[in-house]
């Protein structure tokens, strides 16, 4: 994986330009996307282990809006259902191409690993196969708000019986007084991992139009609007969480 530290936001902008998932990010997205999310880690290392309570035999496990693929590469370490296979998607043509090129390197290094492949395209017109295990981390709150229940209702009607959807995101929070609490403590922690106030502002900055956190509360109010019949959050980490629906 890339070692490149992330400096996207650390001169003055004389304007700060809306986020996109292109090449420079790309470059520096393993170190942005650790020192942005608290917990980001044990999140995704856990998904394999989860995924590996819900796969069924000879069923897709989705890993949608893979980036650089970590999600991927966490379900095929974990998982070891008979006839399983990852497909991994993502819109951004520089991720996927650089995905490819991790997904190689993991596969010369381990031998019996899930087969995977790896989709250019947009999550919301997949024609989904039956599915046990999706994985939707730090992606819906990238979709447009007003797509996002249909996009749930799809992948509803996609997971088999004994599968799962693990919806990781950040959060808001209507109470003003928590939601202040936890984005001042998100802020520390950024600051902790080294990124100054003007990195953080025009970060904040960038990410505001293009991504549109929801409470816990919606996303489960969502997630039964769209056919799931249990919602369970299995982690939080300041703002950021991240839930098991159940079909
Ligand atoms: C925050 S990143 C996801 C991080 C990744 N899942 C991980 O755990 O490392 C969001 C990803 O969703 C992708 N994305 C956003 N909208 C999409 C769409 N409509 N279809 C496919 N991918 C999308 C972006 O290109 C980006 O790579
Ligand atoms: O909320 C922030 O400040 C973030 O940087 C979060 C976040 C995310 O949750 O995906 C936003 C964009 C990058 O993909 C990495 C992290």
Not at 46 to 72: E, H, I, K, M
């Amino acid at each position: 994986m890339s070692k490149e530290s992330d400096r996207i936001f650390a001169q003055p902008l004389a304007q700060v330009p809306d986020f996109a998932f292109n090449e420079d990010v790309v470059r520096v997205f393993p170190d942005m996307i650790k020192r942005s999310v608290p917990g980001y880690p044990t999140i995704v290392e856990n998904l394999g282990v989860l995924a590996a309570q819900f796969a069924q035999p000879n069923s897709v496990l989705y890993d949608l809006g893979s980036s650089l693929g970590a999600v991927t590469q966490a379900l095929r370490r974990h998982v070891r259902t008979e006839g399983c296979k990852v497909i991994a998607v993502d819109n951004s043509a520089a991720m996927v191409e650089r995905c490819r090129e991790y997904l190689n390197g993991q596969n010369s290094m381990f031998q019996e690993l899930l087969p995977v492949e790896v989709i250019e395209g947009d999550i919301l017109a997949l024609e989904f196969e039956p599915a046990s295990v999706v994985a939707l981390n730090f992606t819906l709150q990238f979709i447009a708000p007003e797509e996002r229940l249909a996009l749930l209702g799809r992948i509803r009607q996609a997971l088999l019986p004994g599968g799962a959807l693990i919806l990781s995101e950040k959060l808001r929070f209507s109470d003003p007084e928590e939601h202040g609490l936890l984005t001042d403590l998100h802020v520390a922690f950024k600051r902790a991992n080294g990124y100054s106030d003007l990195e953080i502002a025009q970060k904040r900055s960038a990410i505001e139009n293009v991504m549109k956190p929801d409470s816990l509360e919606e996303h489960r109010e969502r997630l039964l609007a769209a056919g799931f019949s249990k919602v369970v959050p299995w982690f939080q980490c300041l703002n950021f969480a991240s839930l098991i629906a159940l079909p």
